[in-house]
């Protein structure tokens, strides 16, 4: 039996008119990756905070390595490693300085903290810079090392809030190399982002927090394959020929799609891979939908536009997908290219949570 690093239930928060947690539970087994995955404004940096002791909850209760955050918050910040959303380091002292400060702030044993700001500066790819003000370093620069003062302690549970949000492609990976081996060497992360492929790397399991509610919950497979179960809609325009549209849709699926006027419906066991194929067949053909929706078997069909929940903006995310990659592929065309989509249709559906993220991140479609 795994022991529980963290357990969390019934969490409420509220901030004067905005409810930031709206009641969350879930519990996280020691030595492994914890995901929380959300839009801006969900509520993941409230929930680490509460976590982490830094605010208390209204309601409900959270217990880090069986300790209560409200009533042992001492017990718990012993444990605890925490690199916020927005660096803490002090930019007039250098990065081996700030390193050194956290460590004597953590009460880490004298002897031991040159040495472990050493390894952290090599581990982070700051050898180089580790004597330069902090002031001097570039975002990315700045953001390993405010992971790598969470780090000087080593402690058992670990809680990095949007880690990479600002890295480039190479210091992205690097730290997730960096929290793999801390996880193989027993520690436990919560790690915020909004960025499903991130967490689809890293976490065994996740929840996806709308609006201070779990949306989703499962391991990056089982949400996957959740948003697989799916069925597509293709909406026709006025001047195609549906019964030929008709046709070539069951050339791809095997079976006639149903048809209501213009709609045409079917369901899609593989999510997002039929639907590629689909399009790409129809496009081919000049053929092209007005809209184009994937979305859970529903018995209510109402489709009702203001993208409310994870099924509605992928229906929205999907399409807009489609008509990104189609222009995509246009431009490459009037550059002398070739009639090709990049959609990946494995891939799919990660593309397509990131975009519902985005749609609700930006507000627009
Ligand atoms: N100290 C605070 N005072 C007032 N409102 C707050 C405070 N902290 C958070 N909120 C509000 O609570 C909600 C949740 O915020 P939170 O920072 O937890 O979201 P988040 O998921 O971390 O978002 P982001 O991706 O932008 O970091 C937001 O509406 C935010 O404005
Ligand atoms: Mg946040």
């Given at each position: 039996?795994?022991?529980?690093?963290?357990r969390?239930?019934g969490l409420?928060?509220?901030f004067?008119?905005v409810?930031?947690?709206?009641?969350i539970d879930?519990?996280?087994?020691?030595g492994?990756?914890?995901?929380?995955?959300?839009?801006?404004?969900?509520?993941?940096?409230?929930?680490?905070?509460?976590?982490?002791?830094?605010h208390?909850p209204?309601?409900?209760?959270?217990?880090?390595?069986g300790?209560?955050?409200?009533?042992?918050?001492?017990?718990?910040?012993?444990?605890?490693?925490l690199?916020?959303?927005?660096?803490?380091?002090?930019?007039?002292?250098?990065?081996?300085?700030?390193l050194?400060?956290?460590?004597?702030?953590a009460?880490v044993?004298?002897?031991y903290?040159?040495?472990?700001?050493?390894?952290?500066?090599?581990?982070?790819?700051?050898?180089?810079?580790?004597?330069?003000?902090?002031?001097?370093?570039?975002?990315?620069?700045?953001?390993?090392?405010?992971?790598?003062?969470?780090?000087?302690?080593k402690?058992?549970?670990?809680?990095?809030?949007?880690?990479?949000?600002?890295?480039d492609?190479?210091?992205?990976?690097?730290?997730?190399n960096?929290?793999r081996?801390?996880?193989?060497?027993?520690?436990t992360?919560?790690?915020?982002?909004?960025y499903?492929?991130?967490?689809?790397?890293l976490?065994?399991?996740?929840?996806?927090?709308?609006?201070?509610?779990?949306?989703?919950?499962?391991?990056?497979?089982?949400l996957?394959r959740?948003?697989?179960?799916?069925?597509?809609e293709?909406?026709?325009?006025?001047d195609?020929?549906?019964d030929?549209?008709?046709?070539l849709?069951?050339?791809?699926?095997?079976s006639?799609?149903?048809?209501?006027?213009?709609?045409?419906?079917?369901?899609s066991?593989?999510g997002?891979?039929?639907?590629?194929?689909?399009?790409?067949?129809?496009?081919?053909?000049?053929?092209?939908?007005?809209?184009?929706?994937?979305?859970?078997p529903?018995?209510?069909?109402?489709?009702?536009?203001?993208?409310?929940?994870?099924d509605?903006?992928?229906t929205?995310?999907?399409?807009?997908?489609?008509?990104?990659?189609r222009?995509?592929?246009m431009?490459r065309?009037?550059?002398?290219?070739?009639?090709?989509?990049?959609?990946?249709?494995?891939?799919?559906?990660?593309?397509l949570?990131?975009?519902?993220?985005?749609?609700?991140?930006?507000?627009?479609?």
């Open positions: 039996m795994p022991t529980t690093a963290v969390v239930s409420t928060k509220r004067g008119e409810q930031a947690l709206a009641g879930f519990e996280i087994p020691e492994t990756i914890f995901g929380l995955l959300g839009p801006n404004g969900a509520g993941k940096t409230t929930a680490v905070r509460i976590l982490a002791t830094v208390k209204d309601a409900g209760s959270a217990e880090v390595l300790y209560d955050v409200v009533k042992d918050p001492n017990e718990v910040r012993m444990r605890i490693g690199a916020g959303q927005y660096a803490a380091v002090d930019p007039n002292l250098t990065g081996r300085e700030n050194r400060l956290m460590g004597r702030l009460q044993e004298p002897s903290i040159p040495p472990r700001a050493d390894e952290l500066l090599r581990s982070f790819d700051l050898v180089d810079a580790g004597d330069r003000p902090v002031r001097t370093y570039s975002g990315g620069m700045r953001r390993r090392l405010d992971v790598a003062a969470s780090l000087v302690q402690p058992p549970v670990l809680f990095l809030d949007e880690p990479t949000t600002g890295l492609l190479q210091s992205r990976q690097a730290l997730w960096t929290i081996t801390l996880v193989h060497e027993g520690t992360v919560i790690l915020t982002t909004q499903l492929e991130e967490a689809d790397q976490a065994d399991d996740l929840v996806v927090i709308d609006h201070g509610k779990i949306i989703a919950q499962g391991t990056a497979g089982e996957k959740n948003l697989g179960g799916t069925v597509i293709l909406t026709m325009g006025e195609t020929d549906v030929r549209a008709i046709s849709v069951g050339a791809v699926t095997g006639e799609p149903e048809r209501q006027g213009a709609l045409l419906r079917m369901p066991p593989d997002s891979h039929l639907l590629t194929q689909m399009l790409r067949r129809l496009d081919d053909e000049g053929v092209q939908p007005t809209a184009v929706a994937l979305r859970e529903s018995l209510d069909e109402a489709l009702t536009t203001p993208v409310k929940s994870l509605t903006a992928l929205y995310a999907a399409a807009q997908n489609y008509l990104d990659e222009s995509r592929a431009k065309i009037e550059r002398g290219g070739t009639m090709t989509m990049d959609v990946e249709p494995k891939k799919l559906p990660i593309a949570v990131n975009r519902y993220l985005e749609i609700k991140r930006t507000g627009r479609l």
